[in-house]
């Protein structure tokens, strides 16, 4: 601190005119130095002036006292504190005009006796202290002035500076953060758990080291019975007479003097409402006097209620409401998505049973089809076996038309079963090796394309990746792709099965030269009963749902299925990617 107060009174004025009366004396006959000096003088008065000025315009008290502690001059602020005005606290003691009336101890008086014993220059001493005779927090510095030429003189500079209002910013600040820490610790707690009592329980767990209340309980509103369940209750003293997961009626809280429970309110004294409530009767009879009420609303939807009670009514001061009101609000949206996670692994576990139901229905359906199917089959063949007596050729024909009738029935039916239920679990997994299964599955495909008049080109390289895959659906998805190619290739046409290993993946292509796929139906033809042309002859020999049934396959296997055409007539093909990861 390198303060001079520079407040001028008459004597200091007295002292400085008559100096510089002396002065001009000696200069007499000599103009321009008087002059010179006068000037000197005119710029001291007027720095002097600019440094009082800004001195008053402090807001810290600024006052320099003697050694008995006597205000020796002051800045304008001692009138801003209403002390009295510059000139009139001269001379006075600093302390008794500060506090005329003192209760002891007194932290200012000690603080201006320690400032007494100092007497070096840059000595400083500093404090804080609540005034309770000024109400206000003051910091408080103290500093002696030596005077020059005068070693033995000291007199000191005491500065008061009221910071109650930073003191306020603080105490706001601190609590603030007190209020957070205090809120985040609760979210904590009750985002670990999806259990509404046990957030509710730790809620109340919580507040009990925030707030002060004798009783407190969360209850959880029930719209379909108009009831409200106990979900936590807790107590500082007398036992609490709720019970978690006892029901209870609104009525039981709502009494005649009708405070919503949808509504924020506070009771002060039940003494003073005309009608009570049951539960407000039990309070009562407990000596509770006092009562807040929080409801956990969402939207416009009740979800539960938090009350707290207190013996003592001021114990709910403003800062803990808030707190309590923050708490509600978390409270309402853990306790929202718990319900909301409930229905949600309700509707789930509805889902799974009408699934298995489905699955069921669908393995019932096809065996009550598939029994009479082999029925008709069996007596099929026993009829051409001329069990039954002998058979004219055109008896023959017309029974060869219903075993193949039969066969297509059977097949569809299995189809149809396969795409209803499989998926990952329900695969036979074994070792492949993608080579062998590629060329038996040609072998058996080369009669019917020689058939044709079509030629199947095998493009398959000798070592392939082993792969883990269910080789009957491995087979159907192969017999699928091969019997639309075939189906679609016109004669003298080529088709062509083609195997390679592509980092992690042997993809498996089916090529033909056939009537190909309109660009933008190609994504579509693996929807299920989808068909290019429905009309057509080829159409007419399928369902639409072999691809469907393959995509099915492919994917249960963690792989791909695409198709490829350039268009109308360019021919088709299609690709199966499967991973070969889990090759051992
Ligand atoms: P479908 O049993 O009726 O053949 P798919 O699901 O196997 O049923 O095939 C669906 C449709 O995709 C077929 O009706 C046909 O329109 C088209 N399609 C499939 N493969 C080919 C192909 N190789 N060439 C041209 N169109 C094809």
Redesign the pocket.
């Known amino acids: 601190m390198n303060f001079s107060l520079a407040k001028d009174d008459t004597p200091s004025k007295q002292i400085a005119s008559d100096e510089m009366t002396s002065l001009l004396k000696k200069f007499r006959g000599n103009p321009e130095a008087k002059s010179t000096l006068l000037n000197t003088f005119a710029k001291v008065e007027r720095a002097k002036q600019e440094w009082e000025s800004t001195v008053d315009a402090l807001p810290e008290l600024i006052c320099v006292v003697d050694e008995n502690g006597r205000v020796i001059r002051a800045n304008r602020t001692i009138e801003t504190w209403g002390l009295g005005s510059v000139t009139h606290v001269k001379g006075k003691d600093f302390h008794t005009l500060v506090h005329p009336v003192c209760a002891k101890p007194c932290p200012l008086e000690s603080f201006l006796q320690q400032t007494k014993q100092k007497t070096a220059n840059d000595d400083i001493i500093e404090a804080e202290t609540y005034d309770t005779l000024l109400q206000r927090h003051i910091q408080m510095r103290g500093k002696p002035v030596l005077m020059k030429n005068k070693t033995d003189e000291v007199n000191w500079v005491i500065i008061l500076h009221d910071i109650s209002q930073r003191k306020e910013m603080e105490k706001a600040l601190y609590e603030q953060n007190g209020r957070l820490t205090a809120i985040n610790a609760i979210n904590q707690t009750i985002l670990a758990t999806h259990s509404p009592e046990e957030m509710a329980q730790a809620t109340l767990t919580h507040l009990q080291s925030l707030t002060a209340f004798q009783q407190a309980h969360i209850l959880l509103n029930v719209p379909q019975t108009q009831k409200l369940r106990v979900l936590a209750t807790a107590n500082n003293g007398i036992r609490h007479f709720l019970q978690p997961g006892q029901e209870f009626p609104y009525t039981e809280f709502v009494g005649q003097n009708n405070h919503a429970l949808n509504h924020f309110f506070l009771i002060e004294q039940l003494n003073e409402l005309p009608n009570l409530t049951p539960v407000e009767r039990r309070w009562q009879q407990q000596n509770i006097q006092s009562y807040i009420n929080l409801p956990l609303v969402m939207g416009s939807t009740l979800v539960g209620i938090l009350q707290l009670a207190t013996d003592d009514p001021p114990t709910f001061i403003p800062e803990h409401i808030i707190i309590l009101r923050e708490v509600a609000e978390t409270l309402t949206i853990a306790i929202n998505q718990s319900q909301l996670h409930q229905k949600l692994e309700h509707s789930n576990e509805e889902l799974q049973d009408l699934l298995r139901a489905k699955h069921e229905m669908i393995e019932n359906v096809s065996h009550d089809l598939r029994s009479p199917l082999a029925l008709i089959k069996g007596y099929t063949e026993l009829l051409q076996d001329g069990l039954f007596g002998e058979l004219t050729e055109e008896q023959h024909d017309a029974l060869t038309i219903l075993e193949t009738k039969g066969d297509q029935m059977f097949f569809l039916i299995n189809r149809l079963f396969n795409l209803q239920t499989i998926d990952k679990h329900a695969l036979k997994l074994e070792e492949i090796n993608p080579q062998s299964f590629l060329a038996e599955a040609a072998k058996a495909w080369q009669v019917l394309t020689t058939n044709k008049s079509v030629q199947l080109l095998l493009d398959i390289p000798i070592s392939l990746p082993y792969l883990m895959g269910d080789l009957n659906m491995l087979n159907q998805v192969l017999s699928?792709?091969l019997?639309?190619?075939l189906?679609?290739?016109p004669e003298g046409s080529a088709i062509t099965l083609r195997a390679q290993a592509q980092s992690n993946y042997i993809i498996f292509t089916?090529r033909?030269e056939?009537?190909?796929?309109p660009p933008d139906?190609i994504e579509r033809?693996?929807e299920r009963f989808?068909?290019?042309?429905?009309g057509?002859a080829?159409?007419r020999?399928?369902?639409?749902?072999?691809?469907?049934?393959?995509k099915r396959i492919v994917e249960a296997h963690d792989g791909r299925i695409w198709?490829e055409?350039a268009g109308e007539g360019q021919?088709?093909t299609?690709f199966v990617s499967l991973p070969t990861n889990n090759t051992p």
């Open positions: 699928n792709l019997d639309n190619a189906k679609f290739s089916v033909d056939g009537k190909g796929i139906k033809i693996f989808y068909q290019v042309d429905k057509s080829s159409a020999k399928g369902a639409g749902i072999g691809l469907a049934l393959c198709a055409s021919g088709s299609f």
